[in-house]
């Protein structure tokens, strides 16, 4: 069964659970969060996914992060049964699929906004109702600051890329100058 | 052949003591002669000689001409025979020296066809050589040259991304630099616009 395959079951059989009672959303946030802390602390990291340590540690550990976090108990019940079958190396994944799913049942698109400076609330509202009106359904931001891409904008809606920046606008300039 | 000649010498022998074993019949004769002088005196003795000189013919005849004219008939046929044979032999030998000729003729015709073949053949595979070989420098010609442009085309774009690098990156930098908010603020006021139409 492959990675994909797995989180796909996972995830589905929370947003089950997570619909029934009512807790799609903050499921959701709470699972961002503690994946936020999986991704920014290399040493938990390790320690979950060392083999040799004992499935009950494993357990108790996520249980006592869980309960200082303060998450859902639906949250809390669900990330330790994937720290029980030792599944939480994959939590980004199940996250993404979560995430896919939530946004399909509430008829709505996740939009991963990439700026260079921080993008002030106005200008939010405004990409937040284009977005809405070019994909057809309720968009939502997730902003992430680059400073790489020098200025303007990186707008990712699944596998679509609305490419603004100054950066990828160098890079064509820097290839028809090649070219030419 | 010394068998019959001893023969014949014996019989020839035989022939001459005859006169001399029947010496009454000379004597008589001799006295005879005496007898009648004149010009020719046809008497007994003249008759006897002629007896012997017919028995004497008869003998020679006999046993001295027949022997020898038949060893000499025998001679001249064994000469003749000998001389067919030779004529023979000097034919044959004409004629297989006439086929080794005939076969030498041939063998160096043959020679000279091989010779020639060989030659056309030397000649064929000269030219066959030199073509190659004209075909191998055009094409090591062709494939320098291709290759010079590939490489000078190379070198060119090469320059070119440098160029266009450095230069673009200097433009990186002072983008970097010269942006204010204001100028951010409008680059994605613009996105917003142009949002779903360009991209």
Redesign the interface.
Known sequence: MTAGSVAKRYARALAEVAAASGELEPVRQDLQSFNALLRDNRDLRQFLANPSVLKTDRVEVVGQIVGRMGLRPLSGTFLRILAEAGRLTGLETILRTFEGLLDERLGRVKAVVT???P??AA?QA??MA??T??TGKQAYLEIRQD?AI????I?QIGSQ????S??TR?AR??DE??RA | MRRLGMVHRRRLAGAVTLPLLFPGLALAAEAAAHEQPGIINLNITILIQAVNFLILIALLSRFLFKPLTQFLRQRADGIQKALREAQAAREAAGKAQEAYRAQIQATQRELAAIRDQAQREVEAERQRLLTASREAAQRLVAEARAEIEAETKRAKITLREEAVGLSLAAAERLLGRALTSEDQKRLAEQYIRDLGGTN
Do not use: C, K, M, S
Not at chain 1, 150 to 153: A, C, D, N, T
């Open positions: 700026t260079a400076v993008l002030d200008a405004r990409l284009r977005l009106a070019v400073p020098l200025g303007g904008l707008t890329v609305f490419d603004g100054l950066r160098l300039l820097r100058l090649v």
